[in-house]
T-cell receptor
């Protein structure tokens, strides 16, 4: 069964450093998402991406965040200058287009980001 | 704005018993979808069940079923014959123009 993959599974970085979290969505999916889950808290929507541009973003997704689909398979989240409060689990998700169950988002296993 | 509320931070149930997790939501969208996701200790997000708002029939997936009350904006999850492997965080989620999650309910199944 196709699945969303994410690398790395755990990233440790120092405050102020840039990090890039990578995701490989399911190959025929067209919508891509990033979510964040601070430990012990709920999953929060960050951004959605379709047709090579951001379609929706939350108030969390400020100028330090950016997303890119550099090739036909990867979908990346870049955090330019990490802060301690960026420490969280980051989930990538993708979904297809068309008839049901197209609204089902498939989640990757997550990347745990630790900022020290 | 879309909101999802889960009012039960923690619940427990005896193995083989039935438990119901509550969820209420609010949205101005006419066409939306509701989901329950399970997050075990591994923290993977696993889709348990989904409901299309335009469908009146409650969704069922094996031991999992929902009670979808559209007028009341309620979407509860019933787990029948609870198993130890059901122990996890359960998140209710609403997809309208974006995905919103509830705060989660931590379910513990006791032997």
């Amino acid at each position: 069964e196709p699945e969303v993959t994410q690398t790395p599974s755990h990233q440790v970085t120092q405050m102020g450093q840039e990090v890039i979290l990578r995701c490989v969505p399911i190959s025929n999916h067209l919508y891509f998402y990033w979510y964040r889950q601070i430990l012990g808290q709920k999953v929060e929507f960050l951004v959605s991406f379709y047709n090579n541009e951001i379609s929706e973003k939350s108030e969390i997704f400020d100028d330090q965040f950016s997303v890119e689909r550099p090739d036909g398979s990867n979908f990346t989240l870049k955090i330019r200058s990490t802060k301690l409060e960026d420490s969280a689990m980051y989930f990538c998700a993708s979904r297809g287009l068309g008839t049901e169950p197209s609204y089902e988002q498939y989640f990757g296993p997550g990347t745990r980001l630790t900022v020290t | 704005a879309q909101t999802v509320t889960q009012s039960q931070p923690e619940m427990s149930v005896q193995e083989a018993e039935t438990v119901t997790l509550s969820c209420t939501y609010d949205t101005s969208e006419n066409n939306y979808y509701l989901f329950w996701y399970k997050q075990p200790p591994s923290r993977q997000m696993i889709l348990v069940i989904r409901q299309e708002a335009y469908k009146q029939q409650n969704a069922t997936e094996n031991r999992f079923s929902v009670n979808f009350q559209k007028a009341a904006k309620s979407f509860s999850l019933k787990i029948s014959d609870s198993q130890l492997g059901d122990t996890a965080m359960y998140f209710c989620a609403l997809w309208g123009n974006d995905m919103r999650f509830g705060a989660g309910t931590r379910l513990t199944v006791k032997p």
